[in-house]
């Protein structure tokens, strides 16, 4: 058996090591996920958590963005004013829970880390973000606030 997995191998060099890099990188996915500080949630995690635990929405999107339509009394932030540590009314917030949502969910992890570095103790990603919000018709407000 361990014959054959050598040949194998040597037979299919670019096959085996494309499988081992995949491997590895799966793993070290895997560990940092489970270490993070902040987790991604699914909208309806987030509506629960805005409806019982009365969670703070923090919109990552241009102010422009933000007011053609945004998830109800949620605190419009661009990235660089979070690495920058100017949050603004967030900064009273640190004990609630925070859901960091940015236009496609892709933009929404590294501001979620530094909220997660400023001392905030639970700090989401809403999955898909406001576009999923949106398409599943969920409800948004428009205008500054």
């Given amino acids: ?6 040949q194998f ?3 299919n ?6 499988w081992v890099v995949l491997f590895v990188a799966v793993i070290v996915m895997t560990f940092r996920g489970l270490l993070s500080k902040t987790k991604v949630i699914v909208r309806s995690q987030a509506i629960t958590m805005i409806n019982k635990e009365d969670a703070v929405v923090v919109d990552l999107r241009s102010r422009e963005e ?12 661009t990235p660089s004013e979070i690495k920058d ?3 603004g009314e967030l900064e009273k917030h640190k004990q ?11 933009e929404s992890g590294k501001p979620a880390e530094h909220l997660a570095q400023h001392g905030f ?9 406001i576009a999923g919000w949106a398409g599943e018709n969920l409800p948004l407000a428009r205008g500054k606030k």
């Fill in 85 to 87: 540590n100017n949050l």
């Fill in 13 to 18: 060099t670019f096959v085996s090591l494309t």
């Fill in 1 to 6: 058996m361990i014959q054959e997995i050598m």
């Fill in 121 to 129: 103790e639970k700090v989401f990603v809403l999955k898909e973000g």
């Fill in 66 to 77: 933000f007011r053609k339509g945004h998830i109800i009394d949620s605190i419009n932030l």
């Fill in 96 to 106: 609630k829970p925070v859901i960091v949502v940015s236009a496609s969910g892709m």
């Fill in 9 to 11: 191998v040597s037979r």
